[in-house]
């Protein structure tokens, strides 16, 4: 067992983190009709971690008890950027509502990780001081998705609501040939007592939705790479086995998509004292 005050000063985790983020947008409006926003905001991570283990500590897979050193590393940056054209105009009964956007989403991230195989000299925590090579492991992404998009809402008289939107986005994690797709959507609803008198019923709407919503995949996720296992040695020497991933990629796969249609009724009655929405 472990002394728990020897544990307390001398098995050391530090923990080094900084967070950077910050926000800017313009608004402008042309006239009464027209109005337009830019806005990009921006998020950077990092954290450095490391892990002091004495000589005489023992834990689980470290018996030799000759103490340990490990480092790592991790970077993030986000960025999200769109831009929006608006337009709202009412004519006669009418009420019409449309924009027209884009934006940009990136996404950086970078990982590194070093031990030691046990110490060669006690208290000294460094990464050259390993009694067997160090076998250090790094990881690098950066995807991108880009997309253009617009809605309408059209309404008359507060009884008839129609709305449409449509999206295109292109993602660097998909194959090139596959990586834009288009998914749309369109809404109908109408609120029958606006228009028809019905006994004890205040408020009757009915609407109808149909929705496709497309989506990418995890990055790199659809490469073939190598991955390695546990270092191991013969004869003094340390050796990495490589392996080659168990699902194959496939040039030729596409975005996912799901779709749902919606059918539904809302009613309050007895002056609101009851009602349902199915």
Do not use: C
């Amino acid at each position: 067992y472990n002394n728990p005050y020897f544990m307390a000063y001398e098995w050391l985790r530090g923990y080094y983190k900084n967070d950077y983020s910050g926000q800017i947008s313009l608004n402008h409006k042309f006239n009464s009709n027209f109005d337009m926003m830019i806005r990009t905001n921006m998020a950077v991570t990092n954290l450095f971690q490391n892990e002091k283990f004495p000589y005489s500590m023992t834990t689980y897979d470290r018996e030799k008890a000759q103490g340990d050193y490990k480092e790592q590393y991790n970077y993030g940056f986000k960025n999200y950027s769109d831009f929006m054209l608006n337009y709202n105009k009412t004519i006669k009964s009418f009420e019409i509502k449309a924009t027209l956007g884009a934006n940009i989403n990136i996404d950086k991230a970078r990982n590194s990780f070093a031990s030691t195989n046990y110490l060669i000299i006690p208290g000294l925590y460094n990464l050259s001081n390993s009694q067997t090579p160090v076998q250090p492991t790094n990881y690098n992404s950066h995807f991108e998705t880009q997309s253009w998009y617009g809605s309408m809402d059209l309404s008359y008289k507060s009884f008839l609501f129609l709305g449409a939107t449509g999206r295109f986005d292109t993602d660097s994690r998909l194959p090139e040939q596959n990586n834009t797709f288009f998914y749309p959507s369109v809404g109908l609803s109408a609120v029958l007592s606006e228009v028809v008198k019905i006994p004890f019923v205040d408020f009757l709407k009915v609407r109808t939705s149909y929705a496709k919503v497309g989506g990418s995949l995890d990055i790199y996720s659809n490469l073939d790479t190598y991955r390695l296992r546990d270092p191991f040695t013969i004869d003094g020497k340390t050796y990495n086995a490589a392996y080659v991933s168990e699902v194959l990629s496939n040039i030729n796969l596409e975005p996912a998509f799901n779709s749902s249609v919606e059918f539904g009724i809302e009613t309050k009655m007895l002056k609101n004292r009851f009602g349902f929405d199915v």
